[in-house]
């Protein structure tokens, strides 16, 4: 089990950017693979980006290709998601996740979850 703490929503302007930051402690960081949820009112959550132990591996849902990026510190045992061209439809909140070894679309797969930062995209 990987404690998880996100950080870095905020409010931003339509086509901006930002950096969500997910700090994990526990010597299984290094061993686990981590995922980026969002969810928003009255809706399942959805799967945003996965990536894999080494930071080799990546995984996008379509409607974030091109325009997020995944990426991973195992010497800091941290998460980012870097955020680009932002629509309003990117609102949500923003979860951080963690599950052994490969990576997965599944919110049911993972094992830890962040309690979620909230990204506010105005028109």
């Known amino acids: 089990q990987v404690r998880l703490v996100e950080s870095g929503g905020r409010l931003v302007q339509a086509g901006g950017s930002l950096r969500l930051s997910c700090a994990a402690s526990?010597?299984?960081?290094?061993?686990?693979?981590m995922g980026w949820f969002r969810q928003v009112p009255g809706k399942e959550r959805e799967f945003v980006a996965t990536i894999g132990l080494s930071g080799s591996t990546t995984y996008y849902a379509d409607y974030v290709k091109g325009r997020f990026t995944i990426s991973r510190d195992n010497a800091k045992n941290t998460v980012d998601l870097q955020m680009n061209v932002l629509k309003p439809e990117d609102t949500a909140v923003y979860y951080c996740?963690?599950?052994?070894?490969?990576?997965?679309?599944?919110?049911?797969?993972?094992?830890?979850w962040g309690q979620g930062t909230q990204v506010t995209v105005s028109s």
């Open positions: 526990g010597r299984a960081f290094s061993g686990s693979a």
């Open positions: 996740a963690s599950r052994w070894l490969t990576p997965s679309m599944k919110p049911s797969d993972y094992l830890s």
